[in-house]
């Protein structure tokens, strides 16, 4: 049923203006609206609602929000310079960058989190 929609991501934050600052500013979402409710970006062709205000909110604990991206060395190098610090998971082998190669050598993966502790990640497939 739903298989043809379009899909749209949520994420909460207690922080509006620090999250405003990080999606659009450091990791270069499109702006799309600054609503009562949310802040609304497109990425990718799908809209991230970074729902406000939050009295209080407890981030998942597993990723909550995810990007494909064509060369994550770059991109990883790219966000640390704008400050972003990534994820160490002490079960997984990561490298200096924090990326991790997965068993069968078909992706690699990288988290970090929003300033409202939400994990994200970003994942370079295999050709």
Same mark, same amino acid.
């Given at each position: 049923m739903l298989g043809n929609c379009e899909v749209?991501?949520?994420v909460g934050t207690t922080q509006p203006e620090? /999250? !405003?600052a990080f999606y659009g500013g450091v990791l270069g979402l499109k =702006?799309?609206? $600054?609503?009562?409710?949310?802040?609304?970006?497109?990425?990718?062709g799908i809209h991230l609602h970074i729902e406000k205000?939050?009295?209080?909110?407890?981030p998942l604990p597993f990723t909550a929000l995810g990007w494909k991206v064509p060369d994550?060395?770059?991109m990883v190098e790219q966000l /640390? !310079?704008?400050?972003?610090?990534?994820?160490?998971?002490?079960? =997984?082998?990561? $490298?200096d960058l924090g990326i991790w190669t997965t068993p069968d050598g078909g992706?690699?993966?990288?988290?970090?989190?929003?300033?409202?502790?939400n994990t994200l990640s970003m994942t370079q497939?295999?050709?």
């Amino acid at each position: 049923m739903l298989g043809n929609c379009e899909v749209m991501a949520f994420v909460g934050t207690t922080q509006p203006e620090r /999250a !405003k600052a990080f999606y659009g500013g450091v990791l270069g979402l499109k =702006l799309v609206e $600054d609503a009562w409710w949310a802040i609304i970006y497109e990425a990718g062709g799908i809209h991230l609602h970074i729902e406000k205000p939050r009295d209080k909110f407890t981030p998942l604990p597993f990723t909550a929000l995810g990007w494909k991206v064509p060369d994550l060395k770059v991109m990883v190098e790219q966000l /640390a !310079k704008k400050g972003v610090k990534f994820e160490r998971v002490p079960e =997984l082998q990561q $490298d200096d960058l924090g990326i991790w190669t997965t068993p069968d050598g078909g992706g690699k993966v990288c988290w970090f989190k929003d300033p409202d502790g939400n994990t994200l990640s970003m994942t370079q497939f295999s050709k």
